[in-house]
């Protein structure tokens, strides 16, 4: 039997000798990482006449282990869950949980790991079976089943991932797209609770729902503007780019995380919620900064040099409506950090991204000391926790660095 102490579960082959803590330079609040749905996530969470068709864990044809709902395989795709692998082991095909960190789906491992890094806090976006922002649940083909499993995978989020730690972990749900009265009253029972953020599809016209732009969301958005729950907009949420069929669709598509942050933000900046809802807090996840300036520029420009855009911003910029409503995290961005000024220093948060392939642990504290080290400790402060801590309303630890 594995425990936290024992990371690598059943094929230390597989592992990179195990890290060494990390001397810690700054308090970290991570506001990107993800969480893999450990195999037991739904048992006895379901009303009992649905326990049976919730989605379980099974071992496919060629010996992984895969998940099945409703008679559809959802799998962990190699790059999910790669921290502490040796690169030339990884895969893009479905892993086993004994070739995953302990880490990746116990929270025990979780927090040994964090320390590792020298991380305070973490926001945990979901994986693979529930399509980062419960897609997949929310288009079960049995809604009733679709709504329960929904509410369990929260109910199972507060109870095992976040309650043993609270201050260690940043509480954030999912909810039901397919009826936004239902999806706001779940947002709603999740803040009651302490959650801090629901993660919704970043342009759920591709996945099936009306745009952002349609009223058909105005509950959710109003019961996130109520309740101080911050929206978390991840990045292929509502899928990837379109990739030509002979491109190599892993590199593209992650190269192209900037511009899916753009399309998304653009959107939700013209879409004006966060007009019709000042309070209104919108986090873009995984997409790094990069394009950000470009997009107040441009937002600037349309206003200014063309004529328009002011329609239904109530005399605001468009501009300042971002500003004020949109934060931002980055992984470390070295070439775009001096546009930090234009965005907005305090709205701007740090990632890890554990345990994804793009991920820095355990060597986050040196990646930003590279990077970042040389800017003014104020900054710093406000980038690596003092943002994240506000915006989610978390504590911070008695001493905090630099």
Request: charged letters at 25%; one cysteine or more; aromatic letters at 10%.
């Amino acid at each position: 039997m594995t425990t936290a102490l024992d990371p690598t579960g059943a094929h230390p082959e597989l592992f990179l000798p195990e890290p060494e803590p990390r001397a810690v330079r700054y308090t970290i609040i991570s506001v990107d990482d993800h969480l893999v749905e450990p195999p037991h996530m739904f048992e006895g969470r379901l009303p009992a006449k649905l326990q049976d068709q919730a989605p379980r864990i099974i071992e496919d044809e060629r010996g992984h282990e895969v998940w099945e709902f409703e008679g559809k395989r959802h799998f962990q795709v190699g790059q999910n869950a790669v921290a502490g692998r040796r690169l030339e082991t990884v895969r893009i095909e479905p892993f086993r949980f004994d070739q995953m960190r302990r880490g990746c789906y116990d929270i025990d491992a979780r927090i040994h790991d964090m320390d590792i890094n020298g991380v305070w806090a973490s926001l945990n976006f979901p994986s693979m079976i529930t399509g980062f922002c419960g897609r997949v649940y929310s288009q079960a083909r049995d809604p009733e089943l679709g709504l329960a499993v929904t509410r369990a995978w929260n109910d199972w989020f507060y109870d095992e991932w976040y309650s043993p730690y609270p201050q260690r972990i940043i509480p954030m749900g999912i909810t039901w797209l397919a009826d936004p009265e239902v999806g706001a009253a779940e947002i709603r029972r999740n803040a009651d609770r302490g959650f801090r953020s629901v993660t919704l599809p970043e342009r759920p016209h591709r996945i099936g729902y009306p745009s952002i732009f349609n009223d058909y969301w105005e509950p959710i958005i109003a019961a996130c503007a109520e309740t101080g729950t911050v929206i978390s907009l991840h990045v292929g949420s509502s899928g990837m780019v379109d990739f030509p069929s002979d491109s190599p669709p892993l590199q593209l598509g992650a190269t192209l995380f900037g511009q899916l942050s753009l399309t998304a933000c653009a959107e939700w900046v013209w879409a004006a919620w966060g007009v019709r809802y000042p309070d209104l807090k919108v986090a873009m996840s995984e997409g790094g900064i990069g394009w950000v300036a470009m997009l107040i520029d441009r937002l600037d420009n349309i206003v200014d040099r063309s004529g328009y855009g002011l329609d239904g911003f109530d005399g605001q910029r468009p501009s300042d409506v971002l500003r004020r409503n949109f934060w931002f995290c980055t992984i470390d961005d070295p070439s775009t950090m001096a546009t930090r000024h234009a965005i907005g220093v305090n709205h701007i948060m740090a990632e890890v991204d554990y345990p994804h392939g793009d991920g820095t642990w355990p060597n986050t504290q040196a990646v930003l000391e590279r990077y970042w080290g040389d800017l003014p400790v104020d900054e710093l402060r406000l980038m690596t926790h003092q943002n994240a801590a506000g915006l989610y309303r978390h504590p911070l630890p008695d001493v905090v660095l630099p």
